[in-house]
């Protein structure tokens, strides 16, 4: 069993920054996909990004290329995600997840990750 909690959201003007951090704990945190998902108030869960347990891969969805980063740290069993640029359109519940390993071409579907933290709340201004 592997728990996930996310922290690291909050309120933030348009084109401003924010860093989001997933502390796992279970099972060796280094064995594991991890990724990340958000949801917006009447959207279905989207797909942000995902790295591998070794961080030699990594993606992205289209609309976070340039402007969301994937890293993680295993010696600390966290995953962060840095969001910079940010839109009123990436308000949403973001989502950690995790799973033991996702061929990189289902990086993005929901169903391949066994666990999921609770969320954090990102809201963007304009």
């Known amino acids: 069993q592997v728990q996930l909690v996310e922290s690291g959201g909050g309120l933030v003007q348009a084109g401003g920054s924010l860093r989001l951090s997933c502390a796992a704990s279970?099972?060796?945190?280094?064995?594991?996909?991890m990724g990340w998902f958000r949801q917006a108030p009447g959207k279905e869960r989207e797909f942000v990004s995902a790295i591998s347990w070794t961080a030699s891969n990594a993606a992205y969805a289209d609309s976070m290329k340039g402007r969301f980063t994937i890293s993680r740290d295993n010696a600390k069993n966290t995953v962060y995600l840095q969001m910079n640029s940010l839109k009123p359109e990436d308000t949403a519940v973001y989502f950690c997840?995790?799973?033991?390993?996702?061929?990189?071409?289902?990086?993005?579907?929901?169903?391949?990750?066994?666990?999921w933290g609770q969320g954090t709340q990102v809201t963007v201004s304009s």
């Open positions: 279970g099972r060796p945190f280094s064995n594991y996909d």
């Open positions: 997840v995790a799973t033991g390993a996702v061929y990189p071409g289902s990086y993005a579907n929901p169903g391949a990750y066994r666990y």
